[in-house]
């Protein structure tokens, strides 16, 4: 059963950098089937698409939040990591990884099949 | 700027069927946006009910179905139960590797 573990800092310095890497198990994200996504969730709000990277590297951004983004990648542990700077108390959040599921012999899907935990991260000094 | 749109709550009684939908600020919903639908109790991680626009993820009871409702996609629950008392997420692909969530629909069985 794939399982995925978000793991990080639950209190981030406004103005710093949160950094989240989730951890993958029971399958490869080396796949060209898959991406790796984060998406976030305020304290009683709705679910945020932050990004998503695939296995080449390649990263899709939010529009709204492009320009804080990083995301990357590390096959040989099964990770992928997310960063977020210039953090302000708006980003303060649930945040959940899961795979995207692209594709398979049926056609295309695009959807969220498994996902963390989730993570709450605070922003406050 | 794309808006994808949801009812912010809903309300059913036990037995009944209910149809939540989601929609686009600008545009019809087709099932070229792969729209998928996703439940949410309180504390937990969603999970994953519906997939490109009808197809139930794995162990969903079959009470839930998806379809696409005129100009948008549409999730409908017959013979609705206490525990379907949740929240509710569509999420739709934009293209070009974006996704984007509607706000979400909070349903009270009742």
């Known amino acids: 059963q794939l399982q995925l573990q978000e793991s990080g800092p639950g209190l981030v310095k406004p103005s710093e950098t949160l950094s989240l890497t989730c951890t993958v198990s029971g399958d490869s994200i080396g796949s060209s089937k898959y991406h790796g996504g984060w998406i976030r969730q305020p304290p009683g709000k709705g679910l945020e698409w932050i990004g998503s990277i695939y296995y080449s590297g390649t990263i899709y951004h939010n529009p709204s939040l492009k320009s804080r983004v990083t995301m990357s990648l590390d096959t040989s542990k099964n990770q992928f990591s997310l960063k977020l700077s210039s953090v302000t108390a708006a980003d303060t959040a649930v945040y959940y990884c899961?795979?995207?599921?692209?594709?398979?012999?049926?056609?295309?899907?695009?959807?969220?099949?498994?996902w963390g935990q989730g993570t709450l991260v605070t922003v406050s000094s | 700027q794309t808006v994808v749109t949801q009812e912010p709550s809903f309300s059913v009684s036990p037995g009944g069927t209910v149809t939540l939908t989601c929609g686009l600020s600008s545009g019809s919903v087709s099932t070229s946006y792969y729209p998928s639908w996703y439940q949410q109790t309180p504390g937990q991680a969603p999970r994953t009910l519906i997939y490109s626009t009808n197809s139930r993820s794995s162990g969903v009871p079959d009470r839930f179905s998806g379809s696409i409702l005129g100009n948008k996609a549409a999730l409908t629950i017959t013979g609705a139960q206490a525990d379907d008392e949740s929240d509710y997420f569509c999420v739709l692909y934009l293209g070009s590797g974006i996704s984007m969530f509607g706000g979400g629909t909070k349903l009270t069985v009742l």
């Open positions: 899961a795979r995207e599921f692209l594709y398979d012999s049926s056609g295309y899907h695009h959807y969220f099949d498994y």
